[in-house]
Each structure stands twice: as C-alpha cells, then as structure tokens.
C-alpha cells in the first residue's frame, strides 16, 4: 500500500527556533493535509495544500506542495511551549473517497 | 466552532465482548470516517460511509466490524467480538470539502 515516510523522527529544538520537517512518498497524491496531535487527542487540522507547487501560511506555519506531487514540507518559525506534540503529514490519493494516508509522524520537544 | 465528538472517551472490555463507539459528526458534513491508532504508531484508515453505505474499508475492517448511521446525527463504530489487538484510540472523522477533521477518540482497552 501507500506509505508517507516522515522525517525527522523527531526533533528536540529551543523557544523561538524554526523548524522544519518534511514528508515523501513513493507514489502520487492529489492533496496534502498537516495535523498537529497532543497527546491523548485527536489530529487537529493545521493546514491543507490542493496544488502542486502550492505554498500555504497559517500563522506561524507554512507548509508547501511538492511539484512532484511526491512530497509535502512543513515549516514552524518561531516555536513556543503548545508547538510541543507530534505532527503528521496526511495525503489524499484518490478524489471521490478521500481517506487519507497519515506519516509516521514528527515528534517536537522544546528544551527549556 | 462545531466539532466532531466521541462517546465514550475510554472504554474497557473483555475479549470476546461486543462494543459500539459512538460519534457525532459536524452537522452538514456529508463523508464520514473511522480511523484507528495504536499506542506510539501512525493513524490508520478503517472506512468511509457516504449515502448511508461504506464507501471503501481497509483490511482491518473484517466481518467483526461494522458502521451505521443510525440517526440523522450519530455514526457508530461495532466491533462485535474484541480481540486484545483490537485495543487502540479510535477516531472519528467528517469531512463536506476535502478538509477531514476529527473528533478526540475512544480509547479502546481490551482485557
């Protein structure tokens, strides 16, 4: 099946640095979804990319739609504690289902 | 901001029991979805229903699952005989655009 690999695996970074994280995969995806996920809850929807080459800001976010469609980054300047928590890139394969494929995940930890 | 919620929030049973997780999907969102996820793993894909019909199931979702829309606002996941692999945090999802969100999930402890 499809697989999005993601990595760092994790990240143990200070406040206020940026950070950067990335998701590839073998095969082609129609859109890329980034979900934020503390621990014991649910995935919360951070940013959505629709097009190749798209580049997209929330906030402190921005994440990019890789050109070959292969590939999603996303980025977090200026980091503060709640940015703690593990991060999933999720694609969507095939329009008319639309379940999505999740990373294996990028766990962030802020040092004190 | 309307959200996804999930019933119950954590959930004990023994193998061999039946269990049914409850969700309310945001109110005019059309697509609606279960996903597990397995302590310290990614979130995996169980089925989608549209139009009161599975839509599309992964290889997890064998005969001992199944899902119904009961009403014109809960969505239940059923496992009908719990196996200890069955334990996991399992999320509901709804979606009208592309844009799936997803409600808190049920811890689900097999014993």
């Known amino acids: 099946g499809q697989q999005l690999n993601q990595s760092p695996q994790s990240m143990f970074i200070q406040e206020g640095e940026d950070v950067s994280m990335n998701c590839t995969s073998s095969?082609?995806?129609?859109?890329w979804l980034w979900y934020k996920q503390d621990p014991g809850e649910g995935p919360v929807l951070l940013i959505a990319?629709?097009?190749?080459?798209e580049l997209t800001s929330n906030g402190r976010l921005t994440a990019q739609f890789g050109i070959t469609r292969k590939d999603s980054f996303l980025n977090i300047s200026a980091s503060i504690p709640s940015d703690v928590g593990i991060y999933f890139c999720a694609g969507i394969a095939n329009f008319g289902n639309e379940k999505l494929t999740f990373g294996t995940g990028t766990r962030l930890t802020i040092i004190p | 901001e309307p959200e996804v919620t999930q019933t119950p929030s954590h959930q004990v049973t023994q193998m061999g029991q039946e269990v049914i997780l409850r969700c309310v999907p945001i109110s005019n969102h059309l697509y609606f979805y279960w996903y597990r996820q397995i302590l310290g793993q990614k979130v995996e894909f169980l089925v989608s229903f549209y139009n009161n019909e599975i839509s599309e199931k992964s290889e997890i979702f064998d005969d001992q699952f199944s899902v119904e829309r009961p009403d014109g606002s809960n969505f239940t996941l059923k496992i009908r005989s719990t196996k200890l692999e069955d334990s996991a945090m399992y999320f509901c999802?709804?979606?009208?655009?592309?844009?799936?969100?997803f409600g808190p999930g049920t811890r689900l402890t097999v014993t």
């Open positions: 999802a709804s979606r009208r655009g592309y844009e799936q969100y």
């Open positions: 990319l629709y097009k190749a080459g």
């Open positions: 095969s082609i995806f129609n859109t």
